[in-house]
């Protein structure tokens, strides 16, 4: 005679699967076997672990890799959600296989030095452990079991690392600024000279739309609101067009139908290509980065005295204010402050003459 199977468990696919009631709670689950006798021992240590959850309130482990998968599957709408999948990718190897409540910062430690070894900044390592941090908090406050105990009894502390190796910003000089955007292509001095003046992010500048333009009749300009999906910080941004930002645009008005920017009729993806790096080397300024426009922007908004918070709206910083909803007046203060950094006598300015010249004698944007 056969020997008679445990019931609950059924055959499907070749697998066994649960479907049983064990103290008041229904277990509709794959075991992940093929054989019978393992899948009764899997469903011996699933009854075991409920009982033992129900009557002396002990959580059963479960692998911080079905917590980061947890994690991922209901937050599928975060903005960064890509970036997040890719840290716990890197982290897999290192704690995946772990229960949840053996995470801290002594398991952590091998993902630490392996990430060090291969010369990552250590804000992006922070960035891996902010992850794991916020999901053992999440576990040990929201997520519920059947049992209604949480996932975890109490996070573990998580700390950041100390960060020693972050590079400070460089703000240009105005000599400097002359000498580097001398040395850009064309389509890139006009990005830069823009950036320099708004404040804006390099994706903000490379996919600038012209359909995000918004006329002020009342100041005789035109503002940009940027959408908060196309923002760092997810909130709508207002950019402010000094006399210099707005000659830029004038320039490449009716250039191209939906990029303000273009090269040969197409988005420019990044500014940090071969030709702001080859620029920055001929000049002696191989450190700068393109993110350093934006720093150099607001420390002359510093330097002309423009309030703190007014630096903030200007640089799109996240703020209490809502930045997308100004007054005409607050709107013509903000003008003012972003008028106050343009170089003496704009249109004798050699950054723009330099653009104007290059726009002249250059046949490499498109209409």
Same mark, same amino acid.
């Given at each position: 005679m056969?020997?008679?199977?445990? =019931?609950?468990? +059924?055959?499907?696919?070749?697998?066994?699967?649960?479907?049983?009631?064990? /103290?008041?709670?229904?277990?509709?689950?794959? @075991?992940?076997e093929?054989?019978?006798?393992?899948?009764?021992?899997?469903?011996?240590?699933?009854?075991?672990?409920?009982?033992?959850?129900? $009557? +002396?309130g002990v959580?059963?482990?479960?692998a911080?890799?079905?917590?980061?998968?947890?994690?991922?599957?209901?937050?599928?709408?975060?903005?960064r959600?890509?970036?997040? *999948?890719?840290?716990?990718?890197?982290?897999?190897?290192?704690?995946?296989?772990?229960?949840?409540?053996?995470?801290?910062?002594?398991?952590?430690?091998?993902?630490?030095e *392996?990430?060090?070894?291969?010369?990552?900044?250590?804000?992006?390592?922070?960035?891996?452990?902010?992850?794991?941090?916020?999901i053992?908090?999440?576990?040990?406050?929201?997520?519920?079991?059947?049992?209604?105990? &949480?996932?975890?009894h109490?996070?573990?502390k998580?700390?950041?690392?100390?960060?020693?190796?972050?590079?400070?910003? +460089?703000?240009?000089?105005?000599?400097?600024? &002359?000498?580097?955007?001398?040395?850009?292509?064309p389509?890139?001095a006009?990005?830069?000279?823009?950036?320099?003046?708004?404040? &804006?992010?390099?994706?903000?500048?490379?996919?600038?739309?012209?359909?995000?333009? $918004?006329? $002020? =009749?009342?100041?005789?300009?035109?503002?940009?609101?940027?959408?908060?999906?196309?923002?760092?910080?997810?909130?709508?941004?207002?950019?402010?067009?000094?006399?210099?930002?707005k000659?830029?645009?004038? !320039?490449?008005?009716?250039?191209?139908p939906? +990029?303000?920017? @273009?090269?040969?009729?197409?988005p420019? @993806?990044?500014?940090?290509n071969?030709?702001?790096?080859?620029?920055?080397?001929?000049?002696?300024?191989?450190?700068?980065?393109?993110?350093?426009?934006?720093?150099?922007?607001?420390?002359?908004?510093? *330097?002309?005295? $423009?309030?703190?918070?007014?630096?903030?709206?200007? #640089?799109?910083?996240?703020?209490e /204010?809502?930045t997308?909803?100004y007054?005409?007046?607050e709107?013509?203060?903000?003008?003012?402050?972003?008028?106050?950094?343009c170089? !003496?006598?704009?249109?004798?300015? =050699?950054? #723009?003459?330099?653009?104007?010249?290059?726009a *002249?004698?250059?046949?490499?944007?498109?209409?």
């Amino acid at each position: 005679m056969g020997r008679n199977k445990t =019931p609950g468990l +059924y055959l499907r696919g070749g697998v066994w699967h649960i479907d049983k009631q064990i /103290r008041g709670i229904r277990v509709c689950e794959s @075991t992940g076997e093929s054989r019978i006798a393992r899948a009764e021992e899997y469903l011996a240590k699933k009854t075991e672990e409920i009982r033992q959850a129900a $009557v +002396y309130g002990v959580r059963p482990k479960r692998a911080f890799r079905l917590a980061a998968t947890k994690y991922l599957n209901e937050n599928q709408q975060q903005r960064r959600i890509a970036d997040t *999948a890719l840290h716990l990718k890197q982290l897999d190897p290192y704690i995946g296989h772990l229960p949840i409540e053996s995470i801290h910062m002594g398991t952590l430690q091998a993902f630490i030095e *392996a990430r060090r070894s291969q010369r990552i900044k250590t804000k992006s390592i922070n960035l891996a452990l902010g992850v794991v941090r916020h999901i053992l908090n999440v576990a040990a406050s929201e997520w519920l079991d059947c049992n209604n105990l &949480t996932w975890l009894h109490s996070p573990p502390k998580i700390k950041l690392l100390p960060v020693s190796d972050a590079r400070k910003p +460089y703000p240009l000089s105005w000599e400097e600024q &002359t000498r580097l955007f001398q040395e850009l292509p064309p389509h890139l001095a006009r990005m830069a000279l823009f950036k320099v003046n708004t404040g &804006t992010r390099d994706k903000e500048v490379c996919f600038l739309r012209w359909e995000w333009e $918004v006329a $002020v =009749p009342e100041l005789n300009t035109s503002v940009f609101i940027i959408p908060q999906e196309r923002v760092k910080n997810g909130e709508d941004r207002l950019v402010i067009l000094n006399r210099i930002a707005k000659s830029v645009i004038e !320039e490449m008005r009716g250039k191209h139908p939906e +990029y303000v920017f @273009t090269f040969r009729g197409s988005p420019i @993806t990044k500014m940090n290509n071969s030709g702001w790096k080859s620029a920055r080397s001929r000049t002696g300024l191989s450190s700068v980065r393109v993110h350093d426009l934006k720093h150099t922007f607001g420390r002359r908004l510093r *330097a002309a005295g $423009v309030s703190y918070e007014d630096r903030q709206d200007l #640089l799109g910083h996240k703020s209490e /204010r809502i930045t997308t909803h100004y007054s005409a007046a607050e709107l013509r203060g903000l003008l003012d402050a972003a008028n106050s950094v343009c170089e !003496e006598n704009s249109r004798k300015s =050699p950054a #723009l003459q330099i653009l104007k010249q290059k726009a *002249a004698t250059s046949d490499l944007v498109t209409a």
